[in-house]
Antibody
Framework: EVQLVQSGAEVKKPGESVKISCKAS????????IGWVRQVPGKGLEWMGI????????RYSPSFQGRVTISADKSVTTAYLHWSSLEASDTAIYYC?????????????WGQGTMVTVSS | ETVLTQSPGTLSLSPGERATLSCRAS???????LAWYQQRPGQAPRLLIY???SRATGTPDRFSGSGSGTDFTLTISRLEPEDFAVYYC????????FGGGTKVEIK
């Protein structure tokens, strides 16, 4: 079965680091981009960035450039989203999503979401 | 960055009625690379339409997309109970961005 399975919820304090994951299965991991989308509870979707696991080419939305790092490990077919220093405003649900085609386009495969809560 | 503005913010309709959702871009979208998603409460988004008018696999034919350049429309011909949700447009012509969403609620 083609799927993306994300890691579990995280509760962190401001200034802490966290890395959430997105495990891909059922398809050739290195042939498709994987992106990340933020959704603050009750608000809309925000596209954060995307990575091509084949060569680790990562691209970021200007709104998130420098705030997060997107990476991928081909050996375990997993993409990651990492913060080195969290802020309360990072509290949100984070989805990974795979575009349906070869390029960084619309996504027809989504993870279940990971809730990250940042609170002192 | 291409900004997408969706209107209205909320659409109050009854089952069986027609829904028309708008998505306007701040600049012309390359190749009309615009997609529409549906998101139900507590669920991940679901791709409905790509390339402005092509239905994704599994999208019922009551959903249709149209438009070009900077103005795009998602039409739901007759609302079913499961269609009451939030809808987002996304452009993927230059990088990727989402619109702010339109909530379709039961009147």
């Amino acid at each position: 079965e083609v799927q993306l399975v994300q890691s579990g919820a995280e509760v962190k304090k401001p200034g802490e680091s966290v890395k959430i994951s997105c495990k891909a299965s059922g398809y050739i991991f290195t042939n498709f981009w994987i992106g990340w989308v933020r959704q603050v509870p009750g608000k809309g979707l925000e596209w954060m960035g995307i990575i091509y696991p084949g060569d680790s080419d990562a691209r970021y939305s200007p709104s998130f450039q420098g705030r997060v790092t997107i990476s991928a490990d081909k050996s375990v077919t997993t993409a990651y989203l990492h913060w080195s220093s969290l802020e309360a405003s990072d509290t949100a649900i984070y989805y990974c999503a795979r575009p349906q085609g070869a390029g960084p386009g619309p996504s027809d495969l989504w993870g279940q979401g990971t809730m990250v809560t940042v609170s002192s | 960055e291409t900004v997408l503005t969706q209107s209205p913010g909320t659409l109050s309709l009854s089952p069986g009625e027609r829904a028309t959702l708008s998505c306007r871009a701040s600049q012309s979208i390359h190749n009309n690379w615009l997609a529409w998603y549906q998101q139900r409460p507590g669920q991940a988004p679901r791709l409905l339409i790509y390339g402005a008018s092509s239905r994704a696999t599994g999208t019922p034919d009551r959903f249709s997309g149209s438009g070009s350049g900077t103005d795009f429309t998602l039409t739901i011909s007759r609302l079913e109970p499961e269609d009451f949700a939030v809808y987002y447009c996304q452009q993927y012509g230059r990088s990727l961005t989402f619109g702010g969403g339109t909530k379709v609620e039961i009147k």
